[in-house]
């Protein structure tokens, strides 16, 4: 199978129901307080940047309800200023905007 739009939504999917899986009952404190986890869930918002850039204009210029710009923006605030990235915004979207973006997203 080539790297399409289709392989690359099926990727941030996947990114987004593992964040959506492992985050169902952490609270933003008990995040602080496993590194390994906000690790991984830090790598996975990467991830799913890294799948939207790579989805073509066609894709994204259809879906204006799919918040490019901020998956794109939260993930260089991760990658180039990691220790300066608030917790409170992270947890937020790991809780919240996560699940909205795959329901927008699992529909298509």
Do not use: C
Request: hydrophobic share 40%.
């Amino acid at each position: 199978m080539g790297k399409d739009d289709f392989f690359f939504k099926k990727k941030m999917i996947d990114d987004m129901e593992f964040i959506i899986e492992h985050m169902k009952n952490q609270t933003q404190e008990s995040l602080e307080e496993n590194p390994v986890l906000l690790d991984s869930m830090m790598f996975r918002l990467i991830q799913i940047s890294e799948s939207s850039r790579n989805l073509s204009d066609e894709f994204k210029e259809n879906h204006p309800e799919i918040p490019w710009l901020a998956i794109n923006g939260l993930r260089n605030r991760i990658v180039h200023d990691y220790g300066n990235v608030k917790l409170g915004i992270v947890y937020k979207t790991l809780k919240e905007d996560i699940v909205d973006v795959n329901a927008f997203i699992s529909k298509l």
